[in-house]
């Protein structure tokens, strides 16, 4: 695996890289033309979920050329294990004054789609708020975890289903840093 200046530190934890900065960059654009063309004349919320979306959300928007609000929720059903914890065990915090924004459309953006709890979940909370018009937005989505069904308009890249870092992305709050996404070996996490 060839190594840069971010990743020499931590090469020997990693399989395989899975998303090159080149790709990356690539689906950035694609996604940020689909908003810009879907959004045109449109209240735009981006409302991202943290910590995992912070580097993702933030090359996004840059590349969105219409006017947008930012806010963040945070929302997890992970606690220090690679397993989601499920439903009945996420934690939502809010940001910002919600209630502000009913008459926008709201971009709830994420960094990966896994079981689908999560933004299930994050749906009917929104909604329960006032919330019409409600779109999904994951950088990365593993199908073969999806536990419930939820539509996301816009996705950047199916991956197969393995434990994934780094571009904002974690393990106990470390690899968030790479500029690239791999697949971290289980003898680091088992």
Same mark, same amino acid.
Not at 98 to 107: D, F, H
Not at 142 to 159: A, H, L
């Given at each position: 695996?060839?190594?840069?200046?971010?990743?020499? *530190? $931590?090469?020997?934890? %990693?399989?395989?890289?899975?998303?090159?900065?080149?790709?990356?960059?690539?689906?950035?654009?694609?996604?940020?033309?689909?908003?810009?063309?879907? !959004?045109?004349?449109?209240?735009?919320? +981006?409302?991202?979920?943290?910590?995992?979306? %912070?580097? $993702?959300?933030?090359?996004?928007?840059?590349?969105?050329?219409?006017? +947008?609000?930012?806010?963040?929720?945070?929302?997890?059903? *992970?606690?220090?294990?690679?397993?989601?914890?499920?439903?009945?065990?996420?934690?939502?915090? +809010?940001?910002?004054?919600?209630?502000?924004?009913?008459?926008?459309?709201?971009?709830?953006?994420?960094?990966?789609? /896994?079981? =689908?709890?999560?933004?299930?979940?994050?749906?009917?909370?929104?909604? /329960?708020?006032?919330?019409?018009?409600?779109? $999904?937005?994951? %950088?990365?989505?593993?199908?073969?975890?999806?536990?419930?069904?939820? !539509?996301?308009? !816009?996705?950047?890249?199916?991956?197969?289903?393995?434990?994934?870092? =780094?571009?904002?992305?974690? %393990?106990?709050?470390?690899?968030?840093?790479?500029?690239?996404?791999?697949?971290?070996?289980?003898?680091?996490?088992?």
């Amino acid at each position: 695996m060839e190594s840069n200046n971010n990743s020499g *530190y $931590f090469a020997s934890d %990693f399989k395989k890289i899975l998303v090159s900065e080149d790709e990356i960059e690539g689906i950035i654009c694609r996604i940020a033309d689909e908003i810009n063309r879907d !959004y045109k004349d449109k209240k735009l919320l +981006v409302c991202g979920i943290l910590k995992g979306c %912070f580097i $993702f959300m933030s090359d996004l928007i840059r590349k969105i050329e219409i006017p +947008v609000e930012i806010t963040f929720i945070k929302a997890s059903s *992970y606690g220090s294990s690679s397993v989601s914890a499920g439903a009945e065990n996420i934690k939502v915090t +809010v940001f910002s004054e919600l209630e502000n924004y009913k008459n926008y459309n709201i971009l709830v953006v994420d960094d990966i789609l /896994d079981t =689908g709890n999560t933004l299930c979940f994050l749906e009917k909370y929104l909604k /329960d708020m006032g919330f019409d018009n409600i779109n $999904f937005c994951t %950088f990365l989505d593993k199908p073969e975890r999806r536990e419930t069904d939820i !539509y996301v308009k !816009y996705i950047g890249k199916q991956i197969e289903n393995e434990f994934v870092v =780094g571009y904002g992305l974690d %393990f106990n709050e470390k690899y968030r840093n790479m500029p690239f996404v791999a697949a971290l070996d289980e003898k680091v996490y088992d």
